[in-house]
């Protein structure tokens, strides 16, 4: 056995190093990959001869490990493609094969079930009754048949994945909360945890018997192996039962924690899962000796779940780590790990957990307490500390620096301190009734920036507290999460959009959103098709669940959450223009604003052609005519380009390139054809055939 993990591990450091990365250059990374094995809170476990998997619904994967709990890999992924799981929840393993359920929708009580390899490649998935598919766990096979359970049917499936039947009521015994479901030789096996006891069905369906109802109060997990049926309760008691349904005996909680799966390994030894974090609970039956087994990261470079972050003048990321529940430090330039911090004294075990922080003056960091949210803290070289504390209704959720002073949000309130770096508050700016619910503001100097939960915008002059201007941002949708970041910049908006996992441009004096940057994607949503695994530079400038974003010299930094990443992307990025036109339409849109234009773009021989002024002032490009020799010149940064009216030869700096339509003056305007033009000035062109629009993108 040691020799084929040792193999199989060279296999996974092989591909670890050489698997396409599709990482865009420019853009930095900080954070380590979590090597296979670590999972955060595991909700189901299952195994076969050569595997035991273990579900992290907080991350969307499966762990595999060998049979002496050494890891293998991880499959899975953030998402709602085939191979992907919105909302884990249980695997069984089928032979050669694993069933794994997974629920996507709560509220509509939709979800599916897939199968996979024993090597964690997607198969196929099984059909979804009409009724409800937010299935939980199935059964393993038992003569050519899988039973699946929702939280009140249970249906039952061929092994090709067809349903056969759907029932809510066996025997006249409705199914009120289903939790878990295995097979015997005779019966299957239910725990609905709002019933005492387990179930035992007749494999027709056709009469029940309850076991278990004087000793089971709250049952959440079941499991059947070798003529015994183990039954575990919401503190922890595993009750062992005899096929006939007599108690043999009883395994007492040793931390009164929730079960959430069981599985018998082997001879003597029964595995559970339950709310402690990354760890595995390891119970000897015949001797009641129980154990932990803790998975650890591997290295503090490891960041998990990065919320909120902060950069200081030296390149130093400040960040929090929900497993650690400590705040990290990391030089940027180098991903290099510095420190670990948040405790007040040396001798103190537990460490303040940031709920939101920021740089100071003199390398101080200062420190929302996510458990105490009234007080801040300032954490420095010579000193950890209580910096300011206020009332005891107070809540702040946001803070921010801007010489001399630290900003903080105090949203129960609805006001923002100006504290002074002595703790002394200077000045209160309490927002009027028609500005609430603030729920993020961004300082700068001489100005406050707020967004309330309607989507409003206010520029409040600091020195009078008097509102500046107000905008609303046009299809704002608030995000399912309480902590709201926006950073303003000269003429947009960007607001993290958490929900659709990218962030939105907007202009910032319509408030017309006018762009989006990134869509899901990075290494919490890879589908494998091999035992391949991703570093953390796949798919940057995508993102799953971005939290706090901060500007940071010509960078905005982004806290990848769910992703388990920092992201460094240049500024540049997010300053794009954005034109969009329409064919035989005089108005068009630039960044949002709407423009009229002279006369209307149309398409000549399948190419559109655009009224060359109007392009060229969008770009900002000089534009020169020479009447004599009919030509027109476009100078644009480093780029050159020469087009002569009725010829096809367009020049590119030294280069020659022939269009496909030429250059014309129709009604006394020039046309280019704005492909060709814009590809050139590399620009990116998006062609709606369904509504005839024209949109160009450029950095």
Known sequence: MKKRFVSISLVVVFLFCFFPVLAQEDIQIAGKIWIPGFFEVGTSIAGNDDYIYVCDTNNAQIQAYDTDFRPYFHFGGYGSKNGQFISLQGIQTAGEELFVTSIRDYKKNEGKIQVFSKTGIYQRSFAEPKTRSDFIRTSPVVN????????????????????LFEHDTVDNLSFLDL??????????????????GFMMIDWDLSSVRVIGEELISIPVAIEYSNNTIFVADAKGNVFVYSTKGKHLSTIPSQENLLVNSLYYAQEDTLYAT????????????????????????????????????????EGLLYTNDDVTQSIKCIQSKTNEFIAEMGRLTEESSS????????AGPNDTLYVIDLNKPNQLYSFSESTNQLFYEGLNSSHFTHIQYVHPFLYALDQYNQCIHQISVKGIVEKTFSFQDSMKTIQSFFASEGQLTLLNHKGVIFL????????????????????????????????????????DCCIDIYNNRSGILFSKYGSIGGPNTFIQDSNAQVNLWFETGLFLFPEKMIPYQQQIVIADAGNHRIQFIPLSRFLQTVIKLQIQQRKAFVNGEEHEMDVAPYISNGRTMVPLRFISEAFQAEVLWNSKQQEISIQDRDTTIVLTIGSTIMRVNDNVITLDVPPVIRTSRTFVPIRAISETLQAAVEWNAANQTVTIRRM
């Not at 050519?144 to 349903?163: D, H, M, P, Q």
């Not at 290295?299 to 902060?310: A, F, K, N, Q, Y």
């Not at 460490?351 to 920021?358: H, N, T, V, W």
């Open 351 to 358: 460490y303040i957990y940031p709920s939101d922080l920021c």
């Open 460 to 499: 409040l002059e600091m020195s009078s507290g008097s509102i500046i201007r107000y905008y609303s941002l046009q299809n704002y949708t608030p995000s399912s999460t309480a902590k709201i970041h926006f950073v303003p910049l000269d003429n947009r908006l960007l607001v993290v959009n958490r929900d």
């Open 274 to 313: 339950t709310t402690r974090p990354h760890s595995i609970t390891k119970i000897h039956t015949s001797t009641l000796e129980v154990s932990v087994m803790e998975m650890k990261p591997a290295s503090p470079l490891e960041l998990h779940w990065p919320s909120t972050i902060c950069m200081n003048n």
């Open 179 to 196: 939790k878990d479901i295995d097979i015997s030789p005779q019966h299957i096996l239910l725990v609905d945890c709002q019933r005492r």
């Open 144 to 163: 050519e048949r899988v039973y699946a359970i929702t939280k009140s049917t249970l249906c039952t499936f061929e092994t090709n994945g067809s349903l």
